[in-house]
């Protein structure tokens, strides 16, 4: 089994349906042999695309995915590299920062590329997103540093996570290339970018958002306050003939008609292999609004 490709905007790139999410690489506490042997494995059920964050790890997931990948220097070809700057948090890699804060200044993204191709083993990035929308961003010089980035061949593709629609806007007026996506909070019991028209952006501009933490960071399988949510994914588990109410989750998320790539978070290789079934999970539309309404605790207005 392995999960099919999809091409995020009309101008590239082509990633796998579901991507690999390194935030949480750390905790996981594999050693660098370990970490390849887990990127192989996921790999070959065709999810090739992984994502990152300078910031991930205070500042060290990129560092042990790069010594990962120094022992099999010939897998980055098979790889897609995802990776996001903007945020600045203070940590004992980072004594200049007294508070956690937001900078998109053109310097602040070209030092945070370059950090991270040197901690990631790799000469360049397949797509680098704007973490966070900073309220001082100024889009023309944000737009300066990704033309640099991209005429040096340091970066492919260009994103951003987390932005409104207008924000969205804002920084596209300002480039002669388009954005190619936009990283989102997606899940049952987070739809706000479902109904505020952030999701519809992305239908009208034809570009393919990344979905974060689509099962709520661990809390919709492990909250008590998600019980009756639960409860319904269960039951329509057993009637789609899914083994995981996370299966269900994700084929909810990819029905939506914006096609959103989930992002997995674990280190288990065998719930790697149990997400990507969910490509095979078919939902009817009384399936998907019956998850709405269990997780909001209403029907349709």
């Given at each position: 089994m392995s999960v099919s490709r999809i091409l995020i905007s009309p101008e590239g790139p082509q990633f796998s349906r579901l991507v690999m999410g390194y935030w949480r690489l750390l905790e996981w506490q594999l050693s660098p042999q370990q970490l390849l042997g887990f990127i192989e494995q996921h790999v070959e059920l065709g999810i090739t695309t992984v994502d990152h964050a300078d910031i991930y790890g205070s500042y060290g997931c990129e560092?042990?995915?790069?010594?990962?990948?120094?022992?099999?220097?010939?897998?980055?070809?098979?790889?897609?590299?995802?990776?996001?700057?903007?945020?600045?948090?203070?940590?004992a890699h980072t004594p200049q920062y007294r508070l956690a804060h937001y900078n998109s200044e053109k310097s602040h993204?070209?030092?945070s590329v370059d950090r991270s191709l040197t901690n990631l083993n790799t000469d360049h990035l397949d797509l680098l997103l704007l973490h966070r929308p900073d309220?001082?961003?100024?889009?023309d010089e944000v737009a300066r540093a990704f033309s640099q980035l991209k005429r040096s061949g340091k970066v492919r593709h260009f994103g951003v996570s987390n932005f409104t629609p207008s924000q969205f806007d804002l920084l596209q007026s300002r480039?002669?290339?388009p954005l190619?996506?936009?990283?989102l909070e997606v899940s049952p019991?987070?739809?706000q970018s479902i109904t505020d028209g952030t999701l519809d952006q992305c239908q009208q501009q034809q570009f393919k958002p990344m979905a974060w933490s689509c099962l709520g960071g661990g809390a919709l399988t492990k909250a008590p306050a998600y019980q009756p949510l639960r409860?319904?994914?269960a039951q329509i588990a057993l009637e789609v003939d899914a083994s995981s109410i996370a299966q269900v989750v994700f084929a909810w998320v990819m029905m939506l008609p914006s096609h959103p790539l989930p992002i997995l978070g674990t280190g288990k290789i065998e719930r790697v292999r149990q997400a990507v079934?969910?490509?095979?999970?078919?939902l009817s539309r009384q399936h998907w609004y019956r998850i709405r309404r269990a997780a909001l605790g209403r029907d349709v207005d």
């Open positions: 560092t042990a995915f790069g010594q990962a990948l120094k022992l099999k220097p010939r897998l980055r070809n098979q790889l897609q590299i995802v990776s996001k700057c903007g945020i600045a948090l203070p940590s993204i070209q030092a309220l001082l961003m100024n889009a480039l002669d290339f190619v996506t936009n990283q019991i987070r739809q409860d319904e994914l079934q969910a490509e095979n999970v078919v």
